[in-house]
Structures are given as structure tokens and as C-alpha cells.
């Protein structure tokens, strides 16, 4: 069965999307809502497991800002952990929004600082540790 809402290919019985953690729209959904005469978007319920991707996009982020402010990294570190970051946060934006958008914070503010880092040991404002 294939997720409304990613595309991606389920098994079938699967009750949620592996991929976006959607409930998967199934025939015997659809004609319980049309009997109900209830208007339930099915969209929006969401597998409650995907709340941690939210709080881990959180964990990378303001750890990768601690580690490149107290030890210092690379930019190829820290892009590599901002993608991994903005990844979690982005698969855990419909479990919790609010969450979601503070990791993307978090890792948009980690990029900033591995950018910034870069630069200041290019034009050797700073010398390498």
C-alpha cells in the first residue's frame, strides 16, 4: 500500500507509514468515515514514536553548537550535523511543530557557526587548535 502522503511503499496491514509515520489510509477507513459522516483528515494523525525525531534534531543541534564553541569542528562536521539535524526535525515536524521548528533553529544557528568558524581560519583571524 502506498502512503498518501510520501509515496512510499508499505506492507500490507501496516497500520503507519516506516517512512513519515502517517496512519495509512486503508478501504475499511474510508468506508467507516463515509458512513460516520464525520469529517476526520487522516493526514494529520501521526505515529506518536515520531515525536522523537522532533527532540533528537534538539540534541544535535545544541550539542553540535556546544562542541563547536568549547572545542571547535569543522565545517564538514557541522554541515554533516545540521543535514542529520534539519533531517530529524523535518520528519518529526507533524508529531510536534513547535519542537520541530526549535531544531531547525538549533541547526540553522549550528551552520551559522561552522560558516563562521571557516572563515575566520581562512582569513587566519584565529589560529587552528
Keep these: 500500500m502506498n502512503c498518501k502522503n510520501c509515496?512510499?511503499?508499505n506492507n500490507i496491514g501496516e497500520k503507519y507509514?516506516?517512512?513519515c509515520g502517517c496512519l495509512l489510509q486503508t478501504?475499511?477507513?474510508?468506508n467507516n468515515i463515509?458512513?460516520?459522516n464525520t469529517s476526520v483528515n487522516v493526514d494529520k494523525?501521526?505515529?506518536p514514536s515520531m515525536k522523537k525525531y522532533a527532540i533528537f534534531s534538539i540534541i544535535i543541534g545544541s550539542g553540535g553548537?556546544?562542541?563547536a564553541i568549547f572545542i571547535g569542528m569543522s565545517l564538514l562536521i557541522s554541515v554533516f550535523l545540521s543535514a542529520l539535524g534539519f533531517s530529524f526535525a523535518t520528519k518529526g515536524l507533524k508529531a510536534n511543530k513547535t519542537l520541530a521548528v526549535i531544531g531547525y533553529a538549533l541547526n540553522g544557528i549550528l551552520l551559522a557557526i561552522g560558516i563562521i568558524i571557516s572563515f575566520l581560519l581562512l582569513f587566519e583571524v584565529v589560529e587552528p587548535m
Excluded at 478501504?27 to 474510508?30: D, K, S, V
Design 65 to 67: 553548537i556546544i562542541c
Design 45 to 47: 494523525i501521526v505515529m
Design 34 to 36: 463515509a458512513n460516520q
Design 17 to 19: 507509514c516506516k517512512n
Design 27 to 30: 478501504i475499511e477507513t474510508n
Design 7 to 9: 509515496g512510499m511503499m
